[in-house]
């Protein structure tokens, strides 16, 4: 509880006493011998609204400002009139008083929202706590000493020092020590990762045993950390269509039901069906059944919750709009390298063309790779172990979905698949090995062939299994890379559909194809890494980004981030999202059906405002409980 909580339960328990105090002073008679009737109304009235008033304050405030922005109907308004029109019974001294239901619904529906307000602070503080991961300072060695500096301040390339139980406060590479780092605050990964030099370390993982240095690679805006707390704040504003369908109808529901507690109060008593004070009073307990809170609160905070809980197992959702669609996925459709696979290619095979040294060929294409991000051509470059002369290259031009070309000292160098070539008109003949071809062309002459290969992630046939089993009809798989390594990956993995050698433009056709046939209100969900499908993930009903390893790209483009890469969090992601779904439905119907139940006993008389307190603020306490389940996960 914060500060301003504490003040405002304190007020409560205060209101609360005295409350119970008058209650017993009523009960006992004792007004009544003291000032007779109908001077003990008056009393009565008197004490009870001491308590109202202090625990009521700042609802009546609110209710009396949003009149005078001429925007009225909502909680505070409804609770303001159904308590002041109690107490207005005083006008009717000859009936039985009703201060003590008057300062009720106030005092009950301030309990209410106060443990509303702890809620929702709580499940943010979940978010939080995984956002705890923003470091406040880095240790940067200026002059022989260490000195803590701002991580805005460091600059790309910078070696910062991380010391046990610190955590690593901007991307980079470890340049000398070796340890292990909990990443748990960022993939729900409990194991700890050994981290020795050469190794990639992201920001916010929490260095645990040895002293890294760690050689910056980005700046502290472009770090996973900033990244993530960005997303974060940002989520809260995509509204799913429940959440937004909720807040409407508050909108029209609230004056719907101010109207409806008018009529019930004045329309019998005017065509002579009873005594005002009894209509009056039943339009009253009309008006605090019919407050919708328990909706209004507790629908978002579900979602609020899924997306917290979602966010511990290293998955960010970007909006409870994605939660929700998630919810109805029955497509996964995978992009094959660095999302299947682990995009990490070992060179299975050098065949050049006789006569020429395969080593000029690796050679040549670890020098045109040089200025590419594709996994390819990473793998190409680490497989070379001479030097690379940046010097050297010239003009280097990825053509993506077919490879890439430069100039290599003066000479013009193609590196890519059997399309590259025909495209340039260039020379070239297949292999038989099953695996990713790599042509090499220079100056208009073949020169041979990489064979290169990838492995498939150790979770990725999980993750389909897992797919399949939460109820996902299909698994579909595109690749730019050839029909028979499609097919041996597919078949590995157990995908039911496989579409090869496309180019980045037919994958969104094929995304397209899948989308206009899906049935209705079922999505279709893209995952990629964003090399070459950023445009697929903004298709797609829901964009799925690997985050470690993805580029910045797919991460902007995608609704939901997976920190760890792996595929196997997706089926966890959407066992989060339908849970979450679940929960929102159930205290939807849950709240309407008591309320309306609530609703028919008081127009008949049959519910007192007593039951219609306990009904709202139970009501709203049980929602919310519900919600807060959506919250707590599974961690593996
Ligand atoms: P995927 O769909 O499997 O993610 P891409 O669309 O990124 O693959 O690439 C498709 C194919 O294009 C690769 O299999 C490769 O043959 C060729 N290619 C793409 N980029 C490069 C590159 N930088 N160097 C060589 N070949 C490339
Ligand atoms: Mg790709």
Redesign the pocket.
């Given at each position: 509880m914060n500060k301003k909580q504490r003040r405002w339960r304190n007020r409560i328990i205060v209101a609360l006493v005295i409350f119970a105090a008058a209650l017993a002073v009523e009960q006992s008679g004792l007004l009544a011998t003291l000032f007779g009737t109908p001077g003990d109304v008056y009393a009565s009235f008197a004490l009870f609204f001491v308590p109202y008033l202090i625990a009521g304050y700042e609802t009546l405030l609110e209710a009396a400002h949003n009149i005078r922005r001429g925007d009225p109907f909502d909680e505070a308004f409804l609770m303001s009139v159904a308590s002041l029109g109690a107490f207005a019974m005083v006008f009717f001294p000859q009936t039985e008083p009703h201060m003590a239901e008057g300062a009720a619904v106030m005092l009950f529906y301030q309990v209410g929202e106060l443990f509303q307000s702890y809620a929702v602070g709580k499940s943010r503080k979940s978010i939080a706590a995984m956002m705890d991961i923003a470091p406040e300072y880095a240790n940067v060695e200026r002059g022989g000493v260490l000195e803590q500096v701002d991580p805005a301040e460091v600059t790309p390339g910078t070696v910062v020092v991380v010391k046990p139980g610190e955590r690593v406060p901007i991307d980079g590479v470890v340049a000398d020590g070796t340890s292990q780092l909990d990443t748990a605050a960022l993939t729900g990964e409990s194991v700890p990762r050994h981290v020795e030099p050469g190794a990639e370390v992201i920001s916010g993982c929490v260095n645990m045993t040895g002293v890294l240095h760690v050689r910056t690679t980005k700046p502290y805006g472009e770090s996973t950390v900033a990244r993530i707390l960005e997303l974060v704040e940002n989520a809260s504003e995509k509204k799913a269509r429940t959440e937004n369908f909720i807040t409407r109808f508050a909108r029209v529901y609230t004056p719907a039901v101010t109207l409806s507690a008018l009529a019930l109060a004045v329309i019998p008593p005017l065509a002579g069906l009873g005594a005002w004070p009894d209509w009056i009073l039943r339009g009253l307990t009309f008006l605090v059944v019919s407050c919708p809170c328990a909706l209004v609160i507790s629908v978002p905070l579900s979602f609020f919750g899924g997306i917290g809980g979602a966010s511990r197992l290293g998955i960010l959702v970007k909006g409870s709009n994605y939660l929700e669609l998630l919810a109805h996925v029955d497509t996964v459709v995978f992009?094959?390298?660095?999302t299947l696979t682990s995009g990490t290619f070992n060179v299975v095979a050098i065949h050049p063309e006789t006569g020429v040294d395969p080593d000029y060929v690796l050679s040549m294409a670890a020098h045109a790779?040089s200025f590419?991000d594709?996994p390819?051509?990473l793998s190409v470059r680490a497989a070379y172990s001479g030097r690379i002369d940046a010097e050297k290259i010239g003009e280097a031009r990825?053509e993506?979905?077919?490879?890439?070309s430069a100039r290599v000292s003066e000479h013009l160098v193609l590196?890519?698949?059997d399309k590259l070539m025909a495209a340039h008109g260039a020379p070239w003949h297949d292999c038989d090995l099953t695996g990713?071809?790599?042509h090499v062309c220079v100056d208009g002459k073949y020169v041979g062939h990489i064979v290169i290969a990838d492995v498939v992630k150790e979770d990725a046939a999980a993750a389909i299994d897992g797919l399949h089993a939460a109820g996902v009809r299909r698994c579909v798989m595109?690749?730019?890379?050839?029909q028979d390594v499609a097919e041996a990956v597919a078949t590995q993995l157990g995908i039911d559909e496989v579409h090869a050698q496309?180019l980045?433009e037919d994958?969104v056709s094929a995304v397209e194809r899948l989308l206009a046939g899906e049935k209705d209100g079922a999505r279709v969900a893209f995952v990629g890494d964003g090399?070459?499908?950023a445009p697929v993930l903004m298709r797609a009903d829901v964009g799925i980004a690997m985050g470690a390893m993805g580029s910045d790209a797919a991460i902007e483009a995608a609704d939901v981030v997976l920190m760890d890469d792996k595929p196997s969090k997706i089926a966890a992601a959407m066992r989060v999202a339908r849970k979450t779904m679940r929960i929102v439905w159930q205290n939807i119907i849950f709240a309407i059906g008591v309320k309306v139940l609530i609703l028919v006993l008081a127009a008949f008389g049959l519910a007192n405002m007593w039951l219609a307190v306990f009904g709202d603020v139970g009501v709203a306490f049980l929602a919310i409980l519900n919600a807060m389940r959506a919250m707590r996960v599974e961690r593996d």
């Open positions: 992009d094959k390298t660095g790779e590419s594709h390819i051509a990825e993506s979905g077919h490879g890439v590196v890519g698949n990713t071809i790599l595109l690749t730019g890379d050839r496309l980045p994958k090399i070459n499908d």
